[in-house]
């Protein structure tokens, strides 16, 4: 069972790299983040760090139950 205040911190602050994707396995997307971060030189990194962070705070302000449902077992990749 993955849980919601890891990913949640790892979205925030390591949310350029796609760590709270990987942690929650969505290895396509985590590695979408972790190359446009990469390859761009760091301006899109800038881009998916925002991104990290609205989804953290996101995963942060579901319930246990809520985050299960749409995260762990419907598997939505982003937002």
């Not at 290895?27 to 925002?50: F, P």
Request: charged letters at 20%; glycine letters at 14%; a negative charge.
């Amino acid at each position: 069972m993955k849980e919601k205040l890891p990913a949640g911190l790892l979205g925030i602050f390591l949310g350029a790299f796609g760590a709270h994707k990987f942690y929650l396995g969505y290895t396509k997307e985590a590695l979408i983040m972790l190359l446009v971060s990469l390859l761009t030189c760091g301006i899109g990194g800038t881009v998916m760090e925002v991104i990290g962070i609205v989804e953290g705070i996101t995963y942060l302000t579901k319930t246990d139950e809520e985050f299960q449902e749409i995260y762990v077992n419907n598997h939505k990749g982003w937002f």
